[in-house]
């Protein structure tokens, strides 16, 4: 037996994976699972319910656009915000056609991010 | 004359009872669609992200299957290179990842069938429920019979978490380093693919209220709050959208 620390077998990082990763995520999803079991299709309390889950998924959004992680961070906010409000705007020109949008909007970052790059 | 095959909606209008196993073969092949593309486009950066923090190829792909969730992978990554310990990361991801509760909550409803369905058919669904799943679900499924939902899901989330999973472990091989401008435009795509589908699949004006205020508290939250705001953006601002939108539609009582 050698005096390795735990954190240093090959091990440790799928205990924390399977601890702190899966479990800490899926508890989440099994509780929602029991939570919503009850819950009536066309009741209030699902209007409600849903509405949080969409203010929430809809906070992901902005913090993405506007927080982001890695290279993105560098290109300046009003360029990432223009190029989503564009993307956005061309989804609803194009009558909700959502690869419309997302196209759009990658056009218009690169774009901006080449016309940067040769002026700066 | 060969009758051209249609994939979209027309065969699933038909009133013939279709097995499941049938649906979820239907699931599987929907999933071949834009959002599985762009899911696929968010794991590629990671499996960068992983790499450049040192992760092997099999802890990449644990996280990745196991997880299924981005946030909290990218969570348990930072944790994982840095020698967190294994409760405050747990805290962590549990913090980041509340969210799944309130969606799978709201998919119940639709994808269950009242006396039939089995509680551990829902929770073996429930791996699936991610962003991106979980829009596509709540745009498409209402247009489906009841009972055909939750085979259909399953394998939807299935065929997409493989093939995403798949993709993950070829980025991780054979990319080194993305162009930045590259890897910018694929952190871009998840929020503006969400901005558009999120819109899409909103059936009340509870939903639309709701996805704007998301949209204003988000970034509120996160500054004053950070650790629980996106929690915090869920329930004030969907409750405020509830509100308003209840007041709207029934008046004050």
């Not at chain 2, 089995?118 to 429930?126: D, E, F, K, P």
């Not at chain 2, 209402?142 to 993950?168: H, I, K, N, Q, Y």
């Not at chain 2, 901005?195 to 996160?222: H, K, Q």
Request: proline share 6%.
């Amino acid at each position: 037996m050698t005096d390795v620390p735990i954190s240093q077998t090959w091990w440790w990082p799928f205990v924390m994976i399977l601890v702190a990763g899966w479990f800490a995520t899926d508890v989440w999803r099994w509780l929602g699972v029991f939570a919503g079991g009850r819950l009536r299709e066309d009741g209030e309390l699902l209007i409600w319910v849903r509405c949080v889950a969409t203010a929430l998924v809809a906070g992901v959004i902005s913090k993405l656009i506007l927080f982001p992680q890695g290279v993105l961070a560098e290109t300046p906010i009003w360029l990432r915000l223009a190029a989503a409000g564009f993307g956005f705007s061309a989804f609803f020109v194009a009558r909700q056609k959502v690869l419309v949008g997302v196209l759009s909007a990658e056009a218009f970052l690169l774009c901006g991010w080449l016309a940067l790059d040769k002026l700066g | 004359m060969t009758v051209p095959e249609r994939p979209e909606r027309p065969e699933f209008l038909t009133d013939t009872p279709v097995p499941g196993r049938i649906w979820m073969l239907r699931g599987a092949r929907a999933a071949i669609s834009i959002p599985a593309f762009i899911l696929t486009a968010a794991f590629v950066g990671y499996a960068g992200l992983a790499r450049e923090t040192g992760l092997t190829l099999a802890e990449t792909l644990a996280l990745t299957g196991l997880v299924w969730a981005l946030p909290s992978v990218v969570v348990l990554t930072g944790a994982l290179s840095s020698g967190m310990g294994l409760l405050p990361t747990a805290i962590a991801v549990a913090l980041a990842s509340v969210r799944l509760m309130p969606m799978t909550m709201a998919l119940m409803p639709l994808i269950k069938v009242p006396g039939k369905t089995r509680n551990w058919q829902l929770l073996i669904a429930s791996h699936f429920v991610a962003v991106t799943a979980w829009v596509y679900a709540m745009k498409h499924l209402p247009d489906l019979p009841r009972e055909a939902r939750l085979p259909f899901f399953v394998g939807f989330g299935c065929s997409v978490s493989s093939f995403v999973f798949c993709m993950t472990a070829i980025a991780y091989l054979l990319v080194e380093r993305l162009p930045d401008m590259v890897a910018g435009a694929l952190v871009l795509l998840t929020p503006v693919y969400f901005l558009c589908s999120l819109w899409g699949a909103a059936r009340l004006n509870a939903d639309r209220v709701a996805m704007i205020t998301g949209l204003a508290f988000g970034p509120l939250f996160f500054i004053y709050l950070p650790g629980l705001d996106l929690l915090w953006t869920g329930l004030a601002g969907g409750t405020l959208a509830y509100i308003g939108t209840r007041i709207h539609r029934r008046g004050l009582l």
